[in-house]
């Protein structure tokens, strides 16, 4: 059997061959069919090149669970929020010790049982911080108001439904939770490039991504060392069935910026790393469409 390592550089490196000389749609596109079918899973990919007005993906319109990627629009509502005063980002939320959640990083480590909105926003993306994300959708109205944003913004497929932690797992049957790889390529693009925020929140909501700690290994594993990229990442599904999803963008110097959002259902028995080497892949094979 293949180690992880081994099957890393395969996925990773036979992306580099898959893309071919020639960029554009036909070739990336066969590109994350053949991923997908070395893979054994289920991949849906978004790939939008803001700097040529174009797009391409593999299952593009389909829909996936978003996990904990979510909360790059969550933090990004709450930045709209602010400017239009409904909120100053240094109030301070409190939340009650019972209310924390597993993979709490920075609200566990806050012993009062408080932080500034600006706080909690930075925490769920660059941590993904489970108790942030659920405090802050608290604050706005519940899930049905981040669903109610994304329609604000032209985003007229992805919906939140629950808080964390069940917002992980999709019901078999149900679209809960759920999003597809075109919507929120696009929905990325408005949010960093876009009207919906002025350009400082957006420079912050950009730099936040630039520090998260918890895609290393996925997306931005497959861009060239010398871009410039930020990403948010998502992790769950149930048991036997998990999901690896994240949303980057990546831009080399002087160009602007591809969005990618990537969503991969691994086989049950593939190992965490083996699944976030096929979203480097991804990675690659985008980077390679802007040459």
């Given at each position: ?66 996990a904990s990627s ?67 959708l608290r604050r ?82 497959g861009f060239p ?67």
């Open positions: 059997m293949s180690s992880p390592i081994h099957r890393r550089h395969l996925f990773v490196g036979g992306a580099v061959a898959l893309i071919g000389a020639a960029p554009g749609q036909e070739p990336v596109t066969e590109a994350l069919r053949t991923l997908e079918r070395r893979s054994g899973g289920r991949l849906g990919v978004g790939i939008v090149d803001t700097a040529r007005g174009t797009s391409a993906g593999w299952r593009q319109h389909e829909r996936f669970t978003q979510v909360k790059l629009s969550l933090a990004a509502m709450i930045l709209a929020e602010a400017e239009r005063g409904r909120l100053a980002l240094t109030d301070v939320l409190r939340w009650p010790r019972d209310d924390l959640l597993p993979h709490s990083p920075v609200t566990a480590a806050a012993t009062a049982g408080s932080l500034p909105i600006r706080d909690l926003a930075r925490a769920a993306v660059v941590t993904s911080d489970n108790t942030a994300a659920n405090v802050l706005i109205g519940g899930p049905a108001r981040l669903t109610a944003f994304w329609r604000s913004t032209g985003d007229r497929i992805s919906r939140l439904d629950r808080y964390e932690p069940a917002l992980n797992v999709t019901p078999p049957g149900t679209s809960l939770d759920t999003t597809t790889p075109a919507a929120m390529a696009a929905t990325v693009g408005r949010l960093l490039r876009g009207k919906v925020l002025q350009p400082a929140a957006r420079t912050l909501l950009g730099e936040w991504m630039i520090a998260a700690a918890t895609g290393r290994q996925r997306l931005r594993a060392s010398d871009w410039r990229a930020g990403d948010k990442t998502g992790t769950g599904g149930a048991a036997g069935h998990p999901i690896f999803v994240d949303l980057a963008f990546g831009a080399s110097p002087g160009r602007a910026p591809l969005i990618v959002t990537a969503y991969f259902e691994p086989p049950a028995a593939m190992a965490s790393a083996e699944a976030e080497a096929v979203l480097a892949a991804v990675g690659r094979i985008a980077a390679g469409s802007a040459e």
